[in-house]
């Protein structure tokens, strides 16, 4: 293949491209580059040109994800359903914190778990929940607070005792 800019000839080459795009870079590793021996211009097949607009364009679309997302953010950013979101937060494996009737999630630490950080939080066990939603339901008759209330305190304070402890 003859080089367009000087007439030299122009060789086949392996080898990684930077493409910069809007103060991003991204590196497409081991493409066919066409390489003039003389003045070093660079030419790629359409394919590949097409193939490396299509990512970049790919990712500069990717939305921006608020610093505290909720679980259809959460959902779309690791692209499975929002059963699946609920499902990792009640297993423990996907750190979340609730507001009022909301998870909220962090995009930091969700981005954490991504990248294959540990999540160390204790599981929310279905019986906490339960028993968090029934305490928060009941109201207080006039003796105040119920034995089973009581009873559901105390194992919390002893289960958190025991955790500081050991």
């Known amino acids: 293949m003859e080089c ?14 930077d493409a910069t795009w809007k103060g991003r870079t991204i590196t497409f590793r081991g493409m066919n580059a066409w390489v003039c021996s003389s003045c070093g211009e660079e030419a790629y097949e ?7 607009q299509g990512l970049i364009r790919g990712t500069l679309n990717q939305p921006e994800y608020p610093e505290i997302m909720n679980v259809s953010e959460v959902a779309e950013l690791l692209r499975v359903s929002n059963q699946t979101v609920y499902n990792l937060v009640k297993s423990g494996r996907l750190p979340a ?23 160390k939080e204790e599981a929310i066990t279905e019986e906490k ?38």
């Open 97 to 119: 914190t609730k507001v009022g009737r909301e998870w909220r999630f962090s995009r930091e630490k969700i981005l954490q778990v991504l990248g294959g950080e540990a999540f």
């Open 46 to 52: 359409p394919d590949d040109v097409r193939l490396m």
């Open 4 to 17: 367009y800019i000087c007439g030299g000839e122009m060789k086949k080459n392996k080898k990684d491209v």
């Open 129 to 166: 929940q339960d028993s968090g939603v029934k305490m928060a339901a009941r109201k207080a008759d006039d003796n105040g607070i119920s034995e089973r209330d009581l009873q559901v305190i105390q194992r919390h304070l002893a289960e958190m005792g025991g955790q500081q402890g050991g």
